[in-house]
């Protein structure tokens, strides 16, 4: 499939802005942030990512009412991603001697709402790059070759911490700065190439005027019957998708023991998990002009209960590197075509408050999945029974899921 310029510049956007994902908030912060000696737990960390989610999560439909109006869209977008890169550099002058770990916080925090926010917009602009055809296919080319791009900058910033010692903080701070810099070069292409297609036209009083088209949009859900029992069904499944994806390091070090694991081993689990998911998001993109995004989304709802099951025969650490692969194999895809499914369902003219609702259901997802994982531990003393715990989750997603109409039978 040849792209056009504007899906390519989209696309070109996603390669960037998955270096914050694995560089900052998986690969650099949680390290520096353990390097503070007045921070007492290094897992503390997840209180604040739990912070930003809840900012951004409140404000995206009512920052996407707004942005609906026309030339919005890109306004807003621009602002979100400055915030997220600038705060995202500042990282790098914090340092672990200072003591001052609630500065660090503070601005990874609000890096944290700038990469969510610009999402937002940058998933609601799909509906702008492309036709309905070819959503699918350009919605997985961004996530695969987001995952693969990603590895580029991280291993610049991993030379930098091998180069200059990795037990000093100098070399993680400089790659915070190295990733702003690659989000920020691979962002000029959207603002550059990409124009809100499908708007609201202008009208007195806009943000009095958004509130009530919110509220309208609440008052006739039965409008929007579909829109909803899929957002029901996606927060369900990808709530064990991001479950699996942020507690597999967790789960494997509970099974197999704290000893079993070096640094190297866990970076190397996260860079094969990239690398698989790249082709492997293609191949769902592919797929799913064949068969529909519908049952490709199934596909993956199914991989995943097949690996929460596989998780609960683990007993070495070749075992996570296939239980990685087979995570990255559904990942990319199940998340892309969510979004893309989801983009058919929605007015278009209306997209950036329909991504509000959306980003609500993906943000406040994992809320259920790692306490049951961690109920269920206790309650057993067994580790391996919490992989077993999150199989409802993807079985009620799927019983509503297989309700809603295929990708030819919208309303």
């Avoid at 707004?66 to 306004?75: C, F, H, L, S, T």
């Avoid at 899929?230 to 704290?258: C, E, N, Q, R």
């Avoid at 070096?262 to 492997?280: K, N, R, S």
């Avoid at 064949?290 to 596909?299: F, G, K, L, N």
């Amino acid at each position: 499939m040849k792209l056009s310029k504007e899906e390519k510049s989209w696309i070109l956007y996603d390669c960037g802005n998955s270096a914050y994902s694995m560089a900052v908030t998986t690969g650099l912060l949680p390290i520096v942030f353990g390097m503070f000696e007045n921070v007492k737990n290094s897992m503390d960390l997840g209180y604040f990512n739990s912070i930003a989610s809840i900012v951004i999560a409140v404000l995206s439909p009512i920052l996407g009412t707004i942005a609906d109006y026309k030339d919005k869209k890109k306004r807003f977008f621009i602002f979100f991603f400055l915030i997220g890169m600038i705060f995202t550099a500042s990282l790098a002058f914090v340092p672990p001697s200072g003591g001052q770990w609630q500065l660090l916080v503070v601005f990874y925090v609000l890096s944290a709402v700038g990469f969510a926010g610009a999402n937002v917009f940058y998933d609601s602009f799909l509906v702008d790059v492309t036709t309905d055809d070819r959503i699918d296919k350009v919605s997985t080319r961004g996530f695969a070759f987001g995952y693969i791009t990603s590895i580029i900058p991280f291993a610049i910033c991993l030379a930098l911490i091998f180069f200059m010692d990795m037990d000093l903080a100098i070399g993680y701070r400089l790659g915070f700065i190295v990733t702003a810099i690659w989000w920020g070069l691979l962002t000029i292409p959207i603002i550059r190439d990409v124009k809100q297609k499908h708007y609201i036209q202008p009208e007195p009083k806009p943000v009095i005027n958004s509130f009530k088209r919110l509220a309208d949009t609440f008052r006739n859900i039965r409008r929007h019957k579909t829109i909803f029992i899929f957002l029901i069904a996606y927060f369900l499944y990808i709530d064990g998708v991001d479950t699996i994806i942020k507690m597999v390091v967790p789960y494997a070090t509970s099974v197999l023991g704290s000893g079993a694991f070096d640094t190297i081993t866990l970076l190397g689990i996260l860079v094969a998990v990239q690398v698989i998911a790249f082709p492997c998001a293609i191949i769902y993109g592919n797929l799913a002009k064949r068969y529909s995004a519908r049952t490709m989304i199934i596909a993956g709802i199914f991989t995943y209960i097949i690996t929460c099951v596989a998780a609960f025969f683990i007993s070495s650490v070749w075992h996570i590197f296939i239980l990685g692969a087979m995570i990255g194999s559904a990942q990319g895809g199940i998340q892309a075509l969510s979004r893309s499914y989801y983009a058919k369902l929605i007015p278009k003219e209306r997209s950036n408050e329909f991504f509000g609702f959306y980003n609500i259901f993906g943000k406040f997802a994992a809320i259920i999945g790692p306490g049951v994982m961690a109920l269920t531990t206790t309650l057993t003393g067994n580790a391996k029974y919490s992989s077993l715990a999150i199989i409802p989750l993807f079985v009620a997603g799927f019983l509503i899921f297989i309700t809603l109409p295929r990708d030819k039978s919208f309303p």
